[in-house]
């Protein structure tokens, strides 16, 4: 059985399902692995959700929690009540869990209480600032997993500093980038003007035109940034000034950060600035045509970081740390972590202005990562029946 709940988790299930359904057209009858999606329903929008299952090829899930929005504990106590029974009822040899969000820590919980194991793909990330949800969620899903499916060697290096055992570690690459390979020649196919004319926000004056590299891509969702007014106020009349002088603003905002520019009165001074694109939440294809040819990323989002530094797109982090480290400059990527101090951003994004694209790609983030943690899982399997 595997887990998804919110958008960052299904690039990350798309290849995992494929490299199962591969694995079963070789199988002998009884080798084949039985299958069970469960999306808890964090995400739900079209947009946020729907449209990702569609372009990437997900199987419609067997059973979704419904879970919606809500707090923290309301999102994680609705999570794990409406798995239980699913856990009960199918009694699953292995949970998947994939990523850090709120269904990834809570099914971890619940699938450990019935004596399932757990195989977590995108283990051993730490930002180390507990003050992150996601951080929280990393901790208490890799104490609980039986198979630790790291994409990098600083993560296996923080799993063992934390004491797993060295045979519940494997070294497995970043399945997001097996998606990225795989939907790169779609991705390719759209034309950058039409996906950001087609979804602009109301009330927005049409682009006239989008070139290459003569735009830059916002997108900000982490509540430490987009929750202080002060903070928002400083980015947003930079984009407005400074950056909109330069270039084209693409801001595809998430749902949560337009509520709080709404809260905030900053929403019609951008909707009223024609250098600034505000786009509904854009579906992956289009996003990664966007990246392809962006002149630099404005972002606090994890995932972006890695599909950066495999696109070598100059990349300023809204954020102190990371959980990605292996993304950052020093150790061969692109992404710059500035935080969100105003002055702090813009000397990283003079920075940005002087550098050339440099794609680079940490070891086995080769596009094979699913087919290596389907391997992880059944010969754990085979061990065991040993
Ligand atoms: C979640 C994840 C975060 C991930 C992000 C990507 C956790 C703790 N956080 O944060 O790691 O990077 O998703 O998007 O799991 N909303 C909608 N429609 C939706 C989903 C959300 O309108 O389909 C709105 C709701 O008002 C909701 C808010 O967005 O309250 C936040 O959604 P939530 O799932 O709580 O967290 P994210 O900020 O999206």
Known sequence: MSVVGARPNFMKIAPFIEAIDRYNTSASLGEKVEHILVHTGQHYDDNMSRTFFEELGIPQADINLEVGS?????????????????????????????????????????????????????????????????????????????????PDRMSCDNLKREGASEKSIELVGNIMIDTLEKQIEKADELDLLSIVSENLYEGQDTLESLNEGQYCLVTIHRPCNIDDSSIM????????????????????????????????????????????????????????????????????????????????????????????????????????????????VKQKYQEALEMDRRPYRPELWDGKTAERCVEAILSMDDCTAD
Not at 82 to 91: G, K, T
Not at 305 to 316: D, F, K, N, S, W
Request: glycine share 6%; with cysteine.
């Open 70 to 150: 809500g707090t923290h504990a309301e999102q994680i106590a609705h999570t794990m009540l409406s798995f239980e029974p699913v856990m009960l009822d199918y009694d699953p040899d292995w949970v998947v869990v994939v990523g850090d969000v709120n269904a990834t820590s809570a099914c971890s919980q619940v699938a450990k209480k019935y004596n399932a194991r757990i195989a977590h793909i995108e283990s051993g990330l730490r930002s180390y600032d507990m003050t992150m949800p996601e951080e929280v969620n990393r901790l208490i899903t890799d104490r609980l997993s039986d198979l630790l499916l790291a």
């Open 233 to 344: 106020d400083d980015l947003v009349s930079w984009f407005g000034t400074e950056v909109s002088d330069d270039m084209t603003v693409v801001w595809p905002v998430h749902p949560r950060a337009k509520k709080m520019l709404q809260q905030f009165n900053l929403w019609d001074e951008m909707i009223n600035n024609p250098r600034i694109a505000l786009t509904s939440p854009l579906g992956y294809h289009e996003l990664l045509r966007l990246n392809r040819d962006v002149r630099m990323m404005i972002t606090d989002s994890g995932g972006l970081q890695e599909e950066c530094c495999v696109l070598g797109t100059p990349t300023i982090v809204l954020r102190e740390n990371t959980e990605r480290p292996i993304t950052l400059r020093e150790n061969g990527g692109i992404c710059m972590l500035a935080g969100n101090d105003i002055e702090v």
